[in-house]
């Protein structure tokens, strides 16, 4: 069995609950990295990306739909410095950037769950609790992590809000950022 299938839940959260969930982690859990994200999305037929972070720059691709509770997802790693050649690339190829994100983001590894607390400008605080697994296991995984969303007290957000706030967005991100 591959382990290529990303499986995640995600809620949105209160800057109350961000700063609470911010040194919950910090006491309870290893620590593994801060990142500024720059993120496009393209007006393409698969959820295709591109993004800039403290380390580099990627190009990656999740198949499926973008709010799945499990998707499979390819990731090419490139130096930082191709950021703005990829976009050319991509740009080149006939793909518009369809959205633009801005994201903080404090990534924790919680007893084998990697978890990631977002700061999106213009979208809000988001939670995220993430397992790498193989496509037979999904279903397990997905309970797993919302039982360990339950402990901490983080209600699931519905995927009808996460897709209107993502349609809003979408519609609004230029002026939103």
């Not at 620590?31 to 393209?42: G, S």
């Not at 006939?94 to 994100?101: A, L, P, R, S």
Request: overall charge negative; proline content about 1%; glycine content about 6%.
């Amino acid at each position: 069995m591959s382990e290529n299938t990303e499986v995640e839940i995600r809620s949105f959260i209160s800057t109350e609950q961000y700063v609470k969930l911010l040194n919950f982690f910090r006491q309870n859990a290893e620590f593994v990295k801060e990142d500024f994200q720059e993120t496009h999305y393209f007006d393409s037929e698969q959820d295709l990306r591109i993004q800039k972070n403290n380390k580099g720059s990627k190009i990656w691709m999740k198949k499926g739909q973008i709010h799945d509770d499990a998707r499979e997802e390819i990731e090419i790693i490139t130096d930082g410095d191709c950021f703005e050649n990829l976009g050319k690339l991509f740009g080149s190829l006939g793909y518009n950037v369809e959205i633009k994100w801005l994201r903080e983001r404090k990534q924790f590894n919680w007893n084998g769950i990697k978890v990631c607390l977002d700061y999106t400008k213009g979208y809000g605080y988001i939670i995220e609790l993430e397992k790498i697994s193989a496509a037979e296991n999904k279903e397990k995984i997905v309970e797993e992590l919302k039982q360990k969303l339950k402990e901490l007290n983080i209600p699931l957000t519905s995927k009808d809000e996460f897709n209107s706030k993502y349609n809003f967005y979408k519609e609004n991100w230029r002026n939103l950022i």
